[in-house]
């Protein structure tokens, strides 16, 4: 009793714990129950249930309510579909004049704007495009293709790769100094020497036009949502939602809406990259000490005069950061949009791993990673840079690097001019050094693979099949194994214990609309998958993070090793995991365990780093040891923080779990890859990504539940 | 109207979602307690006072005590729950946002605790701020921001960023900041207290020096007591929201009100406080000494003559006529008897 007094949260787990094992043991498994594979949804079977709901017919196998929920939700996938239709094809139908065939022509009100959106798009892309590359359709937009025919010499030239890596050079040098100018320097030649600057410029040009726009929408609704406490109630769900949704999802209604190209992608990066930038300009916003505002009121300020010339510029730093984010996830995006069409880097590095090959993938994954550090990089240095004061510098120190600019601009066209008659009989290489031109080392990355297949077959194959059977599939016949009410008594009751009723609530409307959504046994697979890559993540980033937090130059190595991670685009960690596993959940599992690990690491680390000098000199002076001191003082105190670090490597982990379709997994990841290809997959990728989001915000409800209290308990918060 | 600048007739200041309802049950008396148990916080409870043109109030307080609010509410930082605060016999709460603003630009100047600089602007463009606001031309206002910046001793700083400011030049530009419009009002919040002892007597010196030549109505908030003797013509005690008491420096020190505001008095060295004319006696026809003392002079300052005389000292006022005698045993009973004891 005594006991039961002083830990009741410990005897709740486990009155808990012994209610879910009674629950798995008392619930058999239906002798009719099999994990459904991916055909035998479209096969119409004898044995299966129907009910028809808002006119719509949905097909399942019943079992026992307590072993499998009916998918009660099945309805809403094709509803969301068919309205989707409805929208785009019937509601409001309106006229509208049409320029091309100089006539009022009727249309959907709602197809009209994607259409006016689409093209507004298109025409950005294209202009910078042809800015970097050269070409006619910008100037087509204001003329006719045969107004072009008349006029050849009407296109843009494109500027040659000389002017745009002096572009570079000078304006790190602008920002950041040598160092990173240096790099950038680098960065250019080595793009433009290994023939990839045709598909760099097309990412970039994709990115110039979304990572501008996520920046204005993502500032004006922050600016609203701190204006508005209704605005951000509206906002908060909304955008919890997206941050835990895997791209992935997004692509498939977006494609229904705004078709294939380099147009959709950027709305799709749009739509992934509004949110971080949301919540950062809130942060900072808020960030600014209500000194400085009310300073700024008895200034006289209007609204107006606050928000731009007090708020936002001393916010400045935060919002800045936002950038940076927004270009992050623009790279990440740049190869997963490459499934609706994004040309340049992503699509060749899609393409490249469609075909196996392993060289030419490593050289555009390499590239994109490199353009991402130098790009992060970059804003990062804007974020942390000071402003100067110039008043009294003469006009050339003022505008230095203008005139250098100018010059690169002047010398690079003379360069590229002389080229054209040097490199009469092949290809102008002071212009552009076209893709197939560069040198590559494709070939020798791909001996390289084959040598690692022929050397290490036999050792990799005996791991893989050994993990496979002893590990990977007896945890998912575990999971599998589970009924569904056992499962969601395990996470109510967990949301009960850590938050009380409130939590409760919340994580059983999350789980309850997994289980009736027609994808319960798919979701249980996706979650076990990345269970194990967490577990194995969080033991690794722990272990590690502990290591090399215990002194300074550690600290800085890992951590600069983290932000470079970070930076690279997901899929790049898919390249080398297959040079290694070839096609197979291993491959995927330790893709997922690399990329987990980083947060987990990085949380670990500052943590621990963050534990105040102060407590580590009273513990010094109480005589402790290295290993007290860290099992007593700096984990206590780190922990919390470090529970941040498990609830990012879970997102993380999911993330990774669903690119992992691509190689080959039976999850979730693999019906939203379908559904990319099914014409009337829109409603399905969106319910697909909400319930992975789904299965993340548990995780994440809990979590962040559980470090407030904390927190409020050690009196960190 | 008189001729208070600043006038509050009950004010009150009641934090939380029922505050007015709560207010009007109440019915002007207000029980911190009781309004805490309903979810209520009370900030400022029933101020009223006034600020005559070119006095100095002192508002002090310790933390929680009300006196930032009270002065947020003067200054329509926040809106008073209820009560009517008239500056210069406008009724400041039924002023619209625009006129709010225009008063702001034109009679107000506030000097903050934390400084407030703007990190993106520098000394001259932080002066210059509130005079661009109001839409005066780039150069005229930084040519206003150098005199300002001259007079609060920032030459050659001109065009520092704030983050290349020590804390005591940083409140310098927070100050000059405030002066740049001229305004008529001027309100300190704690403006020293973020600086360290040897800088914040400077610094109170040289406010000091400054309102000799500006003579501008103040209100003054601090925690600390001997800042508020140093400074001011009038103090207002705060606890609780309540204002305890309000009163000369040397009547505070010599009646203190309540028991609250008798403990801050009682460490209070009064020969720095208390003027002669506060101990002095109503002339009598004995015997003088030759040595006649100003009723205005600070007894630290004159104890020490006082005390080389056997007879009873002379006391004059302005014009030179004998007002009242001091005899050097009640400078002695002052200075070292009537601590604990007095009363």
């Given amino acids: ?717 | 109207m008189t001729d208070a600048v600043i006038k509050c007739e009950s004010v009150y200041k009641i934090f939380g979602v029922n505050a007015k309802k709560m207010l009007q049950e109440a019915n002007g008396n207000v029980d911190a307690k009781a309004f805490q148990k309903m979810g209520c916080i009370v900030g400022v409870n029933n101020a009223s006072f006034e600020v005559s043109k070119g006095e100095m109030l002192v508002v002090m307080g310790l933390s929680g005590s009300g006196k930032s609010t009270l002065l947020r509410c003067i200054s329509r930082l926040t809106d008073a729950t209820d009560g009517k605060i008239y500056i210069e016999g406008q009724d400041l709460l039924s002023l619209k946002n625009k006129e709010l603003i225009e008063l702001r630009r034109n009679k107000m100047g506030m000097v903050f605790q934390s400084f407030a600089l703007l990190p993106h602007k520098t000394v001259l463009e932080n002066i210059a701020f509130p005079l661009q606001i109001k839409g005066m031309k780039t150069e005229d206002s930084i040519n206003k921001a150098l005199d300002m910046a001259k007079l609060v001793g920032l030459e050659g700083r001109e065009n520092y960023f704030p983050r290349e400011l020590s804390g005591g030049q940083q409140q310098r530009v927070g100050i000059a900041r405030s002066l740049a419009v001229e305004p008529d009002i001027w309100f300190l919040d704690e403006p020293f207290s973020a600086l360290d002892p040897l800088i914040r007597k400077e610094m109170q010196d040289e406010f000091l020096r400054l309102q000799e030549k500006l003579k501008k109505t103040i209100m003054f908030i601090t925690h600390d007591f001997d800042e508020a003797l140093k400074l001011a013509d009038r103090i207002a005690i705060m606890k609780d929201g309540i204002i305890e008491q309000l009163d000369t420096p040397a009547k505070i020190v010599l009646n203190p009100a309540t028991e609250y505001v008798k403990k801050f008095t009682e460490e209070v060295p009064r020969e720095k406080v208390l003027k002669i004319e506060d101990v002095m006696e109503k002339p009598n026809k004995e015997n003088l000494s030759d040595l006649k003392v100003s009723k205005d002079e600070i007894i630290e300052n004159v104890a020490e003559k006082i005390l080389t005389q056997e007879k009873s000292v002379a006391v004059t006022d302005a014009s030179n006529k004998i007002v009242g005698t001091v005899h050097p045993s009640k400078i002695i009973h002052t200075v070292f008897g009537g601590r604990k004891n007095n009363d």
């Fill in chain 1, 1 to 717: 009793m005594e006991l039961l007094k002083k830990y009741p949260k410990l005897f709740q787990w486990l009155f808990l714990l012994i209610v879910f094992f009674a629950l798995c043991f008392a619930i058999d498994v239906p002798e009719t129950y099999k994990f459904i594979r991916g055909q035998a949804e479209f096969i119409k079977d004898p044995n299966q249930s129907t009910y028809t709901l808002f006119g719509k017919e949905v097909r399942y196998y019943a079992f026992d309510v307590l072993w499998r929920l009916p998918p009660l939700l099945g309805w809403l996938p094709i509803w969301v579909n068919d309205s989707l239709f409805f929208l785009l094809n019937e509601w409001m139908p309106m006229e509208f004049w049409n320029e091309d065939t100089q006539e009022y022509k009727t249309r959907p009100l709602v197809l009209q704007i994607t259409r006016t959106i689409t093209a507004s798009m298109t025409f950005l892309i294209e202009l910078i495009r042809e800015i970097l590359l050269g070409g006619a359709k910008t100037v087509v937009a204001f003329t006719s293709w045969d107004w072009i025919d008349k006029n050849p010499w009407a296109e843009l030239p494109g500027l040659p790769w000389t002017i745009v890596a002096a572009g570079a050079v000078i304006l790190c040098y602008k920002l950041s100094g040598k160092g990173l100018a240096i790099f950038a320097g680098l960065v250019m030649v080595y793009i433009s020497v290994f023939g990839q600057w045709k598909p760099s410029m097309q990412t970039l040009s994709f990115i110039l036009v979304a990572a501008p726009l996520s920046f204005i929408f993502g500032l004006t609704l922050g600016v609203m949502a701190y204006k508005s406490k209704r605005v951000e109630k509206a906002l908060y769900p909304l955008l919890l939602v997206m941050q835990t949704m895997p791209q992935y999802a997004v692509l498939v209604p977006a494609m229904v809406l705004f078709g294939i190209g380099d147009h959709a992608a950027v709305i799709i990066t749009m739509v992934v990259a509004i949110p971080p930038m949301i919540l950062l300009t809130l942060l900072g916003l808020r960030a600014v000490s209500p000194e400085v505002i009310e300073a700024g009121k008895m200034s006289g300020c209007n609204n107006w005069q606050l928000m731009t010339k007090v708020l936002i510029p001393t916010a400045r730093r935060d919002i800045l950061i936002g950038v940076n984010q927004v270009i992050m996830v623009c790279f990440s995006m740049a190869v997963i949009a490459a499934f609706i069409g994004a040309k340049g880097l992503g699509w060749n590095l899609l393409l490249a791993l469609n075909q196996l090959n392993i060289g030419l993938a490593l050289e555009a994954g390499l590239c994109i990673s490199m353009i991402a550090i130098l790009l992060d990089k970059m804003s990062l240095a804007w974020a942390n840079k000071q402003e100067d004061y110039f008043g009294n510098l003469t006009f050339f120190q003022r505008y230095k690097n203008t005139l250098f600019f100018a010059g690169a601009v002047l010398i690079g066209a003379i360069f590229a001019y002389a080229g054209s008659f040097l490199f009469k009989d092949s290809f102008n290489y002071f212009s552009e050094i076209p893709h197939n031109k560069g040198i590559s080392f494709a070939d020798f990355w791909n001996k390289g693979v084959d040598w690692i297949w022929d050397t290490f077959f036999q050792t990799l194959k005996i791991f893989n099949t050994w993990l496979i059977t002893e590990v990977l599939q007896p945890m998912r016949a575990l999971y599998l194994r589970m009924p569904a009410v056992a499962t969601i008594t395990l996470v109510v009751g967990a949301g009960y214990i850590i938050g009380g009723i409130r939590s409760a609530l919340v994580t059983a409307g999350l789980v309850l609309f997994i289980a009736l959504s027609p994808w319960w046994d798919r979701a249980l697979v996706t979650t076990y998958m990345a269970t194990f890559g967490v577990i194995a993540s969080c033991t690794i980033g722990l272990t590690v993070g502990t290591l090399c937090a215990q002194n300074k130059f550690t600290t800085k190595f890992i951590l600069a090793v983290c932000d470079i991670f970070q930076t690279f685009p997901s899929f790049v960690y898919l390249i080398p995991v297959m040079m290694l596993f070839g096609i197979t959940d291993t491959s995927v599992l330790i893709a997922v365990i690399v990329y987990a690990t980083i947060p987990a690491t990085r949380y670990t680390v500052e943590g621990l780093r963050s534990v105040p000098p102060a407590l580590h000199d009273a513990g010094s002076m109480s005589g402790v040891t290295k290993l007290q001191r860290l099992i007593n003082i700096e984990f206590p105190i780190a922990f919390p923080h470090m529970m941040l670090g498990v609830n990012q490597t879970i997102v993380f982990a999911l993330f990774m779990v669903i690119i992992g379709a691509f190689i080959g997994t039976e999850d979730l990841g693999q019906y939203i890859l379908k559904a990319l290809s099914d014409k009337a997959g829109g409603g399905k990728g969106l319910i697909l990504g909400i319930c992975v989001a789904f299965i993340a915000l548990i995780f994440d409800n809990l979590i962040r539940t559980w470090v407030d209290k904390r927190k409020k308990h050690l009196g960190l918060a």
